[in-house]
């Protein structure tokens, strides 16, 4: 029986290191086939920025995009055969394990039968019952006989079941190391092709060398567009809380006029007046939340924090917040997401809230939506279909994608602030 016991534990412990690296193995792979998808994608922009005829910022762009994407499925690829070299290995040794208890049930069940041929006149049935002493003494000795051969029986199936376990885990073995087989020589082609891509990225520096001036006038557009759309951002904000500064100051005036009126009416001296310090001493989100309404809006925004909607239906970022350096290895900072989106897909607000600005940059519009003390603002759009003051419910469309002429590239950036401070949109989206 301990034997046993030992048997079925290390069945149990296969079996779960099995469900867990399978487990393991089926997300590796998820992520393998998204990879897959994005390159691509990747591969099909690429193709229709080199019928331009002469190496851009997009081309690189998307070289540099391609060639971190490759580097990522490689080490998910090395990831899964990781995997796989472990699963080998313990159905290796499980193979092994099961073949010796296989062998020591069968040398053990011999040992029983053979014992039994050799004494089969001594253990004659009728004559080992009749030959009791007494109706208990045979009936203990009938139970022993069926114990004799249920034992035999249970023996007999242990061996088949052992048998049975161990074809199937040779199997899985065989599967397992054509499946490593399969992920090396993919393996293999991503490397071929990674090399590849990093020599035609080469070529496309060299190529964009040669035209410095326009590479130069480029990227200068692009940051200059990028400063004034944070200028106009910056700006709506602080007028928003200048303006609420404002009203806060003439709510607390109106109260001490109120409050003089009312000592005058009943024959009272008058409050000495107060110096108007106290709105201006409050801090930029007491003055955003100094209504019951904007503290509510500010309060749903934060608990749907991470379960925001996209402000596009279909997307990938093609830069996310935070600090990155350029083609030209100059450093900038991005203050949200710029998310790449189908030609003439519709941006939508991604909250309710209030339209307080709409205005328009180098052709493009900018919309930002104030949500309590949170705003959220869209860039480069091609039109628009709201205006300032407007009220906005989630998911409403609020214009359309703007499509860049020279790459044919539509890209939106959308970013979220909380006052005057950016804020990563990343822990406000929902994922996907």
Known sequence: MKFIRALLLLLFVFTAFAVHAQGTSAELKKQRDQLTQQ????????????????????????LKQQINLRQAKIENINSEIRGLDNQISESNNFVH?????????????AAMVLFTYH????????????????????YKRLKYLQQIGTYRERQANYIVQTQTELHVKINELDQSK?????LLGDQEKEKQTLGEER???????????????????????????????????????????????????????????EAAAKAKAENKEAPP??????????????????????????????????QLPWPVTNGVPVQKFGIYYDSENIKNESMGWDIKTNVGAPVRAVFHGTVKRVTSISGT??????????????TNLRS??????????????????ATDGSTGEAVVTFEVWKGTTPVNPEIWLAPR
């Open 39 to 62: 390159l691509e994608q990747l591969n099909h922009e690429y193709e229709q920025t080199v019928n331009n005829k002469r190496a851009t910022l997009a081309q690189l762009n998307i």
């Open 97 to 109: 394990n099961l073949q010796g208890q296989l062998n020591l049930l069968k040398t053990q069940y």
């Open 119 to 138: 004494n089969r006149s001594s253990y004659n049935k009728l004559m080992f019952l009749f030959a009791a002493k007494d109706f208990n003494q045979a």
């Open 178 to 182: 054509k499946e490593k087989s399969s």
């Open 199 to 257: 020599k035609t990225q080469s070529q496309v520096v060299a190529d964009l060398s040669k035209h410095e001036g326009i590479l130069r006038e480029q990227q200068q557009d692009i940051q200059r567009k990028i400063a004034k759309t944070n200028r106009e951002i910056s700006d709506a904000i602080r007028r928003e809380i200048e303006e609420a500064r404002r009203k806060a100051e003439e709510e607390e005036k109106e109260r001490e006029r």
């Open 273 to 306: 007046a107060k110096p108007h310090v106290a709105a201006k001493a409050m801090t930029t989100s007491e003055v955003l939340n100094a209504t019951p309404e904007a503290a509510k809006l500010s309060n749903d925004f934060l608990e749907n924090r991470g």
């Open 365 to 378: 519009f900018l919309i930002v939506i104030q949500h309590g003390e949170y705003f959220t603002a869209y």
């Open 384 to 401: 628009c279909s709201v205006k300032a003051g407007d009220k906005v419910d989630t998911k409403q469309n609020i214009g359309t994608v």
